[in-house]
């Protein structure tokens, strides 16, 4: 199946992929870093992206990480959200080993790494939208976590720029695995394109084999 990706067009952003959130260390421990990690690696997001990064770069996509660095003290608006992550003490803290990206997803040289200090939102306060009109790039695939959160937001913040968006459906995952299932099925097909790494790897390898 035709994924509608064009490589000249196309950024690969990897959203949240940091080691608060999905190192396997997580998985003997409680709270929401545990549940990520445990549906990171049951679904196998680390190694299918980590096989998708050296074919986006061959492809000349370029690569954005999307990451949250947390500053101790920082204030925060008055959310549940903010409310619970507080409650398991700092997690992805600016400096940190937890603030770092997984090493099986690790970014090269060339990647964009861009970090915020707030917001739910990936693309908020990060200058991603500068460097890829600078880059002349209209399409956006996404993969990370979570499904329902920092992925759907920076779905619907792109969509809003004119952005032609597709979710890298494998290459994602959320907590609990309903929300993921019902945000897959219902709220982000009428955002953008449902796809997979299969047909992602798929449409950057054909691009390849036609420039020969």
């Excluded at 803290?93 to 090269?108: D, L, N, Q, R």
């Excluded at 790039?137 to 992925?151: D, F, N, P, W, Y």
Aim: charge should be neutral.
């Amino acid at each position: 199946m035709d994924s509608g990706l064009d490589p000249t067009k196309t950024a690969l952003l990897v959203v949240e992929l940091q080691n608060d959130m999905v190192h396997e260390a997580n998985l003997e421990k409680k709270g929401l870093g545990s549940a990520l990690a445990a549906a990171v690696h049951r679904r196998g997001v680390l190694d299918k992206v980590g096989g998708l990064l050296p074919i986006a770069r061959r492809a000349g996509v370029p690569v954005f990480y999307v990451n949250v660095a947390n500053k101790p003290g920082f204030p925060r608006p008055k959310a549940r959200i903010y409310a619970l992550a507080g409650k398991r003490g700092p997690s992805l803290v600016e400096g940190t080993w937890g603030a770092e990206i997984h090493p099986a997803v690790a970014p090269a040289p060339a990647d964009f790494v861009l970090t915020r200090t707030t917001s739910v939102d990936g693309s908020y306060g990060t200058g991603l939208y500068s460097i890829l009109a600078q880059l002349r790039r209209e399409q956006l695939a996404v993969c990370g976590i979570s499904t329902t959160m920092a992925v759907e937001g920076i779905v619907r913040a792109s969509l809003n720029r004119g952005y032609e968006m597709f979710v890298i459906e494998d290459c994602c995952a959320g907590v609990p695995q309903e929300w993921h299932d019902w945000s897959i099925a219902n709220t982000l097909p009428l955002l953008s394109t449902i796809t997979s790494s299969a047909e992602v790897t798929a449409a950057l390898l054909g691009a390849a084999a036609r420039e020969r």
